[in-house]
């Protein structure tokens, strides 16, 4: 299993930055891909930006330009970026493992932090 635990959320300015972290713990050398999603209240959840083992990343429409994954691997980490945060920002943002072994997929979640950026 992969334990994660998010940090680093809060209240911001618009226009201020903010840097998530996801600490992963467990059977980290089996994580295949590694995000952050995010969810508002009464919308769904939603791929902010991704990162694979590669290192290779894909983000939103919404935040390129604005928004950095990357990983530390020796610190078995992933990092959220976030500068010229905008007030639609605001969610609960949460950090996902996905291990993936031939067809089958599994997700793991961390508990969500806030981030609210008020405008």
């Known amino acids: 299993q992969v334990q994660l635990v998010e940090s680093g959320g809060g209240l911001v300015q618009a226009g201020g930055s903010l840097r998530l972290s996801c600490a992963a713990s467990g059977s980290i050398f089996s994580i295949n891909t590694m995000g952050w999603y995010r969810q508002a209240p009464g919308k769904q959840r939603d791929l902010v930006a991704a990162?694979?083992?590669?290192?290779?990343?894909s983000y939103a429409d919404s935040v390129k330009g604005r928004f950095t994954i990357s990983r530390d691997n020796a610190k078995s980490t992933v990092y959220l970026q976030m500068n010229s945060l905008k007030a639609e920002d605001t969610a609960v943002y949460y950090c996902?493992?996905?291990?993936?072994?031939?067809?089958?997929?599994?997700?793991?979640w961390g508990q969500g932090t806030q981030v609210t950026v008020s405008s």
């Open positions: 990162i694979t083992s590669g290192g290779s990343t």
């Open positions: 996902n493992a996905r291990l993936v072994a031939s067809t089958v997929v599994n997700d793991y």
